[in-house]
């Protein structure tokens, strides 16, 4: 099955350093580019913001999903109109659960416990065998990399099980990230010869 369409999860905010918000803006550009569609969840700020933009400025496709108390706490409700699809939930269980449907891929950018909890729950759900979708830590200024030394930890102590359905790709430059997604779903991740940027848990 072609990736038709890139899940990102990243912080509401924007974070200390600017270069979050241009990695934002840069995923966008590179999933506009690659002709995908942004699935996310649905925030007008911060990096979320920033990468929704990204798209929408280079003439791609976004899919905003979002639960019905977020659009009242978004102070600008009106940017959400920008979306070409926009799509609101009863809960986060359901917006959570919509935004897996709708992705062949997911990419995490720095972000807060709301992005933590997100990707890890696609982590628990890989383990389980429920999906072989592409994972990707988009590894900003080593922003993952206190995340990646605890995911060790945990394998070297002996609580990752079935470690193999668990290999998210970490990758430090934004615009190699959606090629290497395509590259892996074709098979090719290990032709790309680049592990000094491309690494696996
Ligand atoms: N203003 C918001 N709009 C949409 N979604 C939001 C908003 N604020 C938080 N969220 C949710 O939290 C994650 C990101 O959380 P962080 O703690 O900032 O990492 C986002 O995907 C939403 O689930």
């Known amino acids: 099955m072609p ?9 509401s905010q924007p974070g200390r350093d600017p270069a979050y918000i241009a990695a934002g803006r840069a995923l966008g550009k590179s999933i506009a580019a690659h002709g995908l569609r942004l699935v996310y969840g649905g925030g007008t700020k911060g990096i979320m913001g920033a990468v929704a933009a990204g798209v929408l400025a280079n003439g791609g496709q976004v899919t905003g999903i979002i639960p019905d108390f977020l659009v009242d706490m978004e102070a600008t409700r009106h940017s959400l109109g920008q979306l070409d699809e926009l799509i609101v939930t009863q809960d986060m269980h359901a917006r959570k659960h919509a935004m897996f449907e709708r992705s062949d891929a997911f990419v995490t950018l720095p972000g807060g416990i709301g992005t933590l909890e997100e990707i890890v729950e696609i982590m ?15 590894n900003v200024g080593g ?3 206190p995340m990646l030394d605890l995911i060790d930890h945990m394998r070297e102590q002996g609580f990752i099980h079935r470690a193999h359905l668990v290999r998210p790709m970490v990758i430090d430059a934004v615009e190699q990230i959606i090629p290497a997604i395509l590259d892996q779903s074709d098979g090719k991740v290990a032709a790309l010869g680049q592990e ?4 696996r848990l």
Request: proline share 3%; with cysteine; charged share 15%.
């Open 196 to 199: 000094d940027v491309i690494s």
């Open 3 to 11: 990736i038709q369409s890139i899940c990102v999860y990243c912080g």
């Open 143 to 145: 922003f993952w990399n």
């Open 124 to 138: 628990t759900w890989g383990q389980l065998g429920r999906h072989e979708k592409p994972m990707v830590f988009a």
